[in-house]
């Protein structure tokens, strides 16, 4: 069935450091894919999307680009702040998933230090 | 605009008790969801509705019942709670057209089964 793996964490970063977190999934048609950020104690948000092949999502600094041939969506920020710090999850959804069920990655935590 | 609306916030019970967690929505979506949040297991979908007047299992339905009471409103009941049920509970809910497959969350409600 369809599934996303990411990168396990905790990440440790400095703050102004680059950003990456892994993320490829496994679909049988094709998915739209998100990454969701939950802060401490809060819900899940919507961080960024990408709808079809070599989109690229962006928000807040934050970009990710549906790679098709590499089954992938990797996150990256330039320069990370202590803000930033929080949970991120890779997903995804689409007709193939049931049409509204979301498929979501383990989640990768994320320490940003001043 | 609320978004979606999670009652209550905290809420500790006996083990056998039961409770009815309350979900409201007001961006008029179709789709609404339950999971339940656990450490190092990330969310795992509980209960969901498609639309007003279905509901279907997800992928942790034991122990869970729902009520899609009206196009806002979905509620989980536990009838007898358990330990195993202590964890953090989130509500989301997704449209239609082309921002159908995001989701968007409650602030959860965390539940301690004693």
């Avoid at chain 2, 990330?42 to 007003?52: D, F, P």
Wanted: charged fraction near 20%; glycine fraction near 10%.
């Amino acid at each position: 069935g369809d599934s996303v793996t990411q990168m396990e964490g905790p990440v440790t970063l400095s703050e102004e450091a680059f950003l990456t977190i892994n993320c490829t999934y496994t679909a049988t048609g094709y998915p739209s894919l998100f990454w969701y950020v939950q802060y401490p104690g809060e819900g899940l948000q919507l961080l960024l999307k990408a709808t079809k092949a070599d989109d690229k999502g962006s928000n807040k600094g934050f970009e990710a680009t549906y790679r098709k041939e590499t089954t992938s969506f990797h996150l990256e920020k330039g320069s990370v702040q202590v803000s930033d710090s929080a949970v991120y999850f890779c997903a995804l959804s689409g007709i193939d998933t049931g049409g509204f069920k979301t498929i979501f990655g383990a989640g990768t935590r994320l320490f940003v230090k001043a | 605009n609320a978004g979606v609306t999670q009652t209550p916030k905290f809420q500790v019970l006996k083990t056998g008790q039961s409770m009815t967690l309350q979900c409201a929505q007001d961006m008029n979506h179709n789709s609404m969801y339950w999971y339940r949040q656990d450490p190092g297991m990330g969310l795992r979908l509980i209960y969901y509705s498609a639309s007003e007047g279905t509901t279907d299992k997800g992928e942790v339905p034991n122990g869970y019942n729902v009520s899609r009471l009206n196009k806002r409103e979905f509620s989980l009941r536990l009838e007898s709670a358990a330990p195993s049920q202590t964890s953090v509970y989130f509500c989301a809910s997704s449209g239609q057209g082309a921002s159908s497959y995001e989701q968007y969350f409650g602030p959860g409600t965390r539940l301690t089964v004693t």
